[in-house]
């Protein structure tokens, strides 16, 4: 590929042959075509690379590494990356046409600043409905407040490269890491706002966010809380931009999620190391809701998982 890109958009992907190719049709099917797309295989073992290289365009790159994560792989990315401003892609969403085009406008706009810009996006549901996603846009004039609200994702940006020079993706996080980024970046660099809506998050069985209910239960609740808490430790400006109530009530919402998890799972043990970690002095009265549920629902999974556990002794006799 000749020439500076003035785009750089990097897909992680790893086991999604069969979605990958929409997410890479729709960074060729850009008006604006300045642009590089680096695809970061995280140790794939099905036909990813077919896949990537079935792409006859030198504007794709094509790099395969061992399973590191997401986190890892991102970061890989912006290593390689060349563009003047950088977009991330999950390999089962896809842009829309105007993405790019919309983005550089306003960017030479501004005289290319030091700074990140957003757009709207759609998000494709289960059910195979596309609803726009509503942003908080009355915070407008507190950014960290309103990508805090939103729990944002990192798809509907451009990041201006020198962000990167000083903050990365957190590599504990195995979810949530682009949160934990994003909320980092606005509280160093300005946002500009683009009313406009440019990709798509499709919602699946197999995403991340179902994902770290079910499998490896424990250690995904472990590392969420802590990388949550390692964002209010080493950012401590968070409190002058976002109410105590409000950063709280988040951090009991991902304990209340993780409980529930484990409650069904018949994991005891480490719903009551969760619920133990409860934020309720500074958190909103729906964290008493989330308490009382969760005690409430309690003894019929105890008496579930000791009926379950009877079943399995019968059948081992």
């Known amino acids: 590929m000749s020439g500076t890109p003035f785009f750089s958009v990097i897909i992680p992907t790893f086991n999604r042959a069969d979605l990958l190719g929409k997410a890479i049709q729709s960074v060729l099917d850009q008006t604006y075509t300045n642009w590089e797309l680096i695809v970061i295989d995280d140790g794939s073992t099905d036909h990813t690379a077919e896949v990537v290289k079935s792409f006859e365009d030198e504007r794709i790159g094509y790099y395969y590494q061992e399973n590191s994560g997401k986190s890892v792989s991102r970061n890989h990315g912006i290593e390689l990356s060349k563009g003047l401003y950088i977009s991330f892609l999950d390999d089962d969403d896809y842009l829309l046409e105007i993405f790019f085009e919309t983005f550089e406008k306003s960017i030479i706009e501004f005289d290319k600043p030091v700074a990140f810009f957003m757009c709207n996006e759609y998000v494709k549901t289960f059910e195979n409905k596309v609803i726009l996603n ?184």
């Not at 509503?134 to 020198?162: E, V, Y």
């Not at 683009?194 to 079910?214: A, D, S």
């Not at 308490?291 to 629902?297: D, N, P, V």
Request: net charge positive; with cysteine; hydrophobic share 40%.
């Open 134 to 317: 509503k942003l908080p846009i009355k915070h407008l004039d507190n950014p960290t407040l309103m990508l805090w609200k939103m729990q944002s994702s990192i798809r509907p940006f451009a990041i201006h490269q020198r962000i990167f020079e000083n903050l990365r993706f957190n590599t504990n996080c195995p979810f949530g890491q682009d949160f934990h980024l994003i909320i980092q970046i606005s509280l160093h660099y300005p946002l500009y706002y683009l009313p406009f809506t440019g990709c798509v998050n499709v919602q699946h069985m197999t995403t991340g966010t179902r994902k770290k209910f079910i499998s490896e239960l424990r250690k995904n609740a472990y590392y969420s809380i802590d990388c949550l808490e390692d964002l209010l430790i080493k950012q401590p400006e968070l409190f002058k931009c976002i109410p105590k109530k409000i950063i709280f009530s988040q951090k009991n919402h991902i304990l209340y999620g993780f409980a529930s998890a484990a409650m069904k799972s018949g994991d005891f043990d480490l719903f009551f190391k969760l619920v133990r970690k409860f934020e309720l002095k500074d958190a909103n009265y729906k964290s008493i809701y989330y308490l009382i549920s969760l005690y409430t629902r309690l003894p019929f999974y105890n008496t579930l998982n000791l009926f379950k556990n009877k079943i399995n002794e019968s059948n081992v006799n």
